[in-house]
């Protein structure tokens, strides 16, 4: 008899559970949509992988059915998915007031628990006036030279290979540029190679979150581990043996962690580092490997760019003279180009933010607590904003000044954390290309299939053959 009851309660609690996470309470209308299993809702629908350029049959799916705006939960925790560009505005003007920056447990795992995305009020500031003063439009100027002596160095190396994978080859040129200028990184002087720890973790970032030895993801902690240790290490030998000028994003930690009452901790500036490290090599070289194979199938395009970055060297009054200012600034046919390439490419195929109280929009209630997720690649390949959206069309953005995000364009995010690298980002991949289209031919000898996750988008072995571009012909342009 008692068995019975046993048995009879423990139904009804599941049951009751499950209807409670079916069906979670608000205090409103709830956006529609599925809350999937128990426990893990619809996390594995969520990480399939996409083998296209539009939009994941996650999302897309999910639009038809539900509409513009959805519910699901993701690892455990209920999320409302975003499509609709009014809410996305929405969300980022209203961060810090009715939403702030979140992301899932395995994200900070992931990236530390002190990484910049994490953080907020005037922390977050504190942390973005830093990263300006290192990739700001002033210090930007002065890396213009470097940027593009490495790139005509690097492309000049690849022109004598058999071929190169663009995506590593890309990878490899911008880390090292870029560690060196944060910590005065030089692989070929250190006893450890830093990037190899970042492929370790890139390689399990898009993996199913489970941390057992053997998995992606462990893997992926494993290299974060030995990253952070190798840069700990980096900042002990720097405070041991301090220089007499500032030379390096370094200095200026040291400097910062010294001062009275500084709120900056050795564990938020190695947090931030790490962050700095992967956001500017690998988001770049992918926009960048992308940007190539774009331009690659698409002659027309080709043959303008060429022409535009032709008429800069014929313009010049010294012909042996770098890149300026003046002329990275002129190259509006190469800024559409990006444009269009970050627009296609969805990099981060997610924003993630939480809601701070109830918040109600278009009918729909989204409860305090709750996470919402910004999806700009249904804001990118949107057919009412962009024509034949899945073509790149670099000419649909002649005449447009792109500053910032907006309804219909938020490849670098948009609101307070608009992405501070952007610049940083933009200069390398219009150095880059200006040094190839100058400098070489090239063709694409293999691969670059696409495969998008909700990480981020590979373009898969992407092969190219590179010779030198005939000088005489060059010149006479």
């Known amino acids: 008899m008692w068995a019975l009851f046993v048995g009879a309660l423990i139904i009804i609690s599941i049951t009751h559970w499950v209807y409670r996470w079916r069906n979670p309470r608000c205090n409103g209308t709830l956006p529609p949509g599925s809350m999937g299993l128990p426990l893990i809702g619809e996390t594995l629908q969520f990480f399939a992988p996409n083998t296209s350029c539009d939009i994941s049959p996650f999302v897309r799916d999910r639009m038809k059915r539900y509409g513009p705006i959805f519910r699901t939960n993701l690892v455990g925790r209920p999320v409302v998915v975003s499509t609709d560009p009014d809410l996305n ?55 213009l030279p470097e940027v593009e002596q490495t790139a005509s160095k690097r492309l000049q190396l690849w022109s004598h290979q058999e071929s190169v994978e663009l995506k590593e080859a890309t990878a490899t040129v911008i880390f090292d540029l870029t560690a060196k200028k944060l910590i005065s990184y030089d692989q070929e002087n250190s006893s450890e190679n830093l990037r190899e720890n970042f492929v370790a973790f890139i390689q399990g970032l898009i993996s199913f979150p489970l941390d057992i030895p053997g998995t992606a993801y462990h893997e992926c902690l494993q290299g974060r581990k030995k990253a952070m240790r190798m840069l700990k290490n980096l900042l002990q030998e720097r405070r041991a043996n301090p220089r007499k000028h500032e ?34 090599f690998e988001t770049t070289s992918l926009a ?60 981060v195929p997610g924003i993630f933010r939480k809601t701070l109280r109830d918040i109600q929009f278009k009918g729909y209630t989204i409860p305090a607590g709750w996470a919402v997720m910004v999806c700009p690649p249904a804001v990118h390949l949107n057919p009412a904003k962009y024509e034949d959206p899945l073509a790149f069309n670099p000419w649909r953005w002649k005449g447009m000044e792109v ?8 490849a670098f995010g948009g609101g307070m954390r608009f992405c501070v690298g952007t610049d940083f980002t933009k200069v390398q991949m219009a150095v880059f290309l200006h040094c190839l289209v100058t400098k070489c031919r090239w063709q694409a000898i293999k691969g670059g299939n696409i495969v998008r996750t909700p990480g981020l988008q590979f373009p898969s072995g992407y092969h190219i053959q590179l010779t030198e571009r005939d000088e005489r012909h060059n010149s006479t342009k």
């Open 288 to 347: 960048l490997t992308l940007a190539v194979k774009f331009i690659s199938d698409h002659p027309l395009v080709l043959q303008k760019l060429t022409e535009e970055h032709d008429g800069i060297l014929k313009n010049r009054e010294n012909a042996n003279s770098g890149l300026t200012w003046k002329e990275y600034k002129s190259m509006k046919f190469t800024f559409q180009v990006i444009n269009e390439t970050v627009r296609l490419a969805n990099i």
């Open 89 to 143: 505005y929405f969300i980022f003007q209203q961060e810090g007031q009715l939403f702030q920056s979140w992301y899932p447990d395995t994200f900070t795992e992931i990236f530390g628990r002190q990484n910049v995305g994490s953080l907020h009020g005037f922390m977050y500031k504190y942390l973005k006036n830093m990263v300006l003063n290192l990739f700001g439009p002033e210090s930007l100027k002065k890396m």
């Open 403 to 410: 500053n910032g995000a907006s309804k219909t364009f938020m």
């Open 247 to 280: 030379t390096d994003f370094f200095d200026y930690v040291l400097e910062e962690l010294q001062k009275n009452k500084t709120i900056l901790t050795e564990e938020i500036a190695l947090d931030l580092m790490f962050v700095l490290l992967f956001a500017s």
